[in-house]
């Protein structure tokens, strides 16, 4: 059955694929399973009708006939039982796949959406700059552990999987900060992440949004 997720009518982002109803696109894309967008303003998101998908008012959902999923974490989980090629047939192999999974959103985000929130939205508190110190030593923990993990390898643990998703989309809202570039190894596996063609169609598919919404 083919789904309908939900996305931003007008991205903070300007289309450069850091909301996440990009990790959505991207798992449906490498699955190859077409699917259909509801884009939604800001009002709409508080909105009663957008709360009975997701309590918090936030985008992506997804609606597959009578089924309706928020989280990403959930979503591309459900996508990745459902097709082939996004979690390892080997039981073992595919609950490491799911521990990173969780440790992408449990482990390595936190610090990252805390460094997001003070720079957005508490830029002009006088404890600011201390507390970005702080969250910015955090963050270095987290990509000098998940460097050393990586080692040499292409992806987390073994094939690329559901869980290079979470943890590459995860990583990117670093993007603005420029604090990936002290870790080259982890700036491979971006690019050898962002290379993929479903990467390139999902990208390409959010910023038509942004795009259409300027003409
Ligand atoms: N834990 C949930 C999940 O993984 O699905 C979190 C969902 C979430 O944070 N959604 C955000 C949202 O709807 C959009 S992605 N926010 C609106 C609201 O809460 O009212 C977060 C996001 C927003 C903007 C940028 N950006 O501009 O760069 C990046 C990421």
């Known amino acids: 059955m083919r789904p309908t997720i939900t996305a931003f009518e007008a991205s903070p982002d300007r289309g450069q694929g850091l909301a996440r109803d990009m990790r959505v696109r991207w798992a449906l894309e490498e699955v190859g399973q077409a699917y259909d967008v509801r884009l939604v303003s800001f009002p709409g998101l508080k909105a009663p009708a957008h709360r009975a998908l997701n309590p918090f008012g936030q985008i992506p959902t997804y609606e597959a006939g ?21 979690l390892p047939d080997d039981d073992h192999a595919r609950a490491r796949a799911i521990t990173w999974m969780f440790a992408s959103v449990s482990t390595v985000e936190p610090p990252i959406i805390e460094r997001q929130n003070a720079v957005l939205l508490e830029r002009d508190k006088p404890w600011t700059e201390e507390r970005l110190v702080a969250i910015d030593g955090r963050i270095r923990q987290r990509l000098g552990e998940l460097t050393n993990h990586l080692g040499g390898a292409d992806w987390l643990d073994g094939a690329f999987s559901v869980a290079d ?24 596996y971006l690019e050898r992440a962002k290379a993929r063609p479903a990467y390139q169609r999902a990208f390409a598919a959010q910023l038509a949004v942004f795009e259409q919404s300027q003409a």
């Open 66 to 86: 009578e089924l309706a999923l928020f989280e990403t974490g959930s979503i591309l989980f459900y996508i990745a039982e459902r097709h082939p090629g996004l």
């Open 165 to 188: 998703i979470m943890m590459v989309h995860v990583l990117l809202r670093l993007a603005p900060s420029g604090i990936l570039e002290e870790y080259p190894s982890l700036m491979v």
